[in-house]
């Protein structure tokens, strides 16, 4: 790569448009960027599908297989918290797969610094192309 293809690169790194790298652990300031706005469609382990939209005002509407809730989010300690008005809500540590996957993890109640082992769920902002590494299609 020559310098100035090593500059444009460095640049844009440093202004945060490149693209993220596997397994990043988003921090509480990239999580107040990028999830306000932004309606996730999204899978848990076991295969279900949910929807979320994260306003700009805080509060968050989801939708699944189930129903819907209504509640807030919230960055805590670098964490991203959602606490719904008819279901339990948790904090996870949130990695970004790429430039449109987050890879969510629930934090451990007794242990607020180690995260579950399996990832929680696993979104992609609708708008967008996803990029998780292997993207659930919807069963039809």
Same mark, same amino acid.
């Given at each position: &790569?020559?310098?100035? +293809?090593?500059? %444009?690169?460095?640049?844009?790194?440093?202004?945060?448009? +490149?693209?993220?790298?596997?397994?990043?652990? &988003?921090?509480?300031?990239? /999580?107040? *960027?990028? /999830?306000?706005?932004?309606? /996730?469609?999204?899978?848990?382990?076991?295969?279900?599908?949910?929807?979320?939209?994260?306003?700009?005002?805080? *509060?968050?509407?989801?939708?699944?297989?189930?129903?819907?809730?209504?509640? !807030?989010?919230?960055?805590?300690?670098? /964490?991203?918290?959602?606490?719904?008005?008819?279901? !339990?809500?948790?904090?996870?540590? %949130?990695?970004?797969? +790429?430039?449109?996957?987050? *890879?969510?993890?629930? &934090?451990?109640?007794?242990?607020?610094?180690?995260?579950?082992?399996?990832? *929680?769920?696993?979104?992609?902002?609708?708008?967008?192309?996803?990029?998780?590494?292997?993207?659930?299609?919807?069963?039809?």
């Amino acid at each position: &790569m020559t310098a100035a +293809g090593r500059f %444009v690169v460095a640049a844009l790194v440093v202004a945060g448009i +490149g693209p993220a790298i596997a397994g990043e652990r &988003m921090s509480g300031d990239d /999580l107040t *960027t990028a /999830l306000p706005g932004i309606t /996730l469609d999204g899978v848990y382990p076991d295969g279900t599908y949910f929807t979320e939209t994260y306003h700009d005002d805080r *509060t968050i509407r989801y939708w699944d297989a189930n129903g819907a809730d209504s509640g !807030e989010w919230s960055i805590r300690n670098g /964490l991203f918290c959602t606490f719904y008005e008819s279901q !339990e809500g948790a904090c996870f540590l %949130v990695e970004r797969d +790429g430039d449109n996957c987050f *890879t969510f993890f629930e &934090m451990q109640p007794d242990e607020p610094t180690v995260p579950r082992e399996q990832w *929680t769920s696993r979104g992609w902002n609708r708008a967008k192309p996803a990029t998780c590494p292997t993207p659930p299609q919807p069963s039809i």
